[in-house]
């Protein structure tokens, strides 16, 4: 659904994540340093746009990676950013 989608990206900390997956696939552990947030709210956020069906989680040993379902999401981040200006 569009509006889950939306209410997902609506979150400054959520919106920088997907941005972050625009380099491809990226391991948890990495988002604490990137995003400046606990690995507790990482969790929590990364787990939201699990539900809202924006990031997709594969475990590799230890590690759990994240990648997007759709790069298509990086367009609709786009058009976001012209609109603000």
Do not use: W
């Amino acid at each position: 659904m569009p509006t889950k989608i939306l209410k997902a990206l609506s979150d400054p900390t959520r919106f920088k994540i997907v941005e972050l997956l625009k380099q491809g696939e990226i391991c948890a552990c990495k988002f604490v340093p990137l995003t400046k947030k606990a690995q507790p709210t990482v969790s929590q956020h990364l787990k939201i746009l699990e539900n809202a069906g924006i990031v997709k989680s594969r475990k590799e040993g230890k590690m759990i990676l994240y990648s997007v379902t759709n790069p298509k999401i990086f367009d609709l981040i786009e058009i976001a950013k012209k609109m603000k200006k």
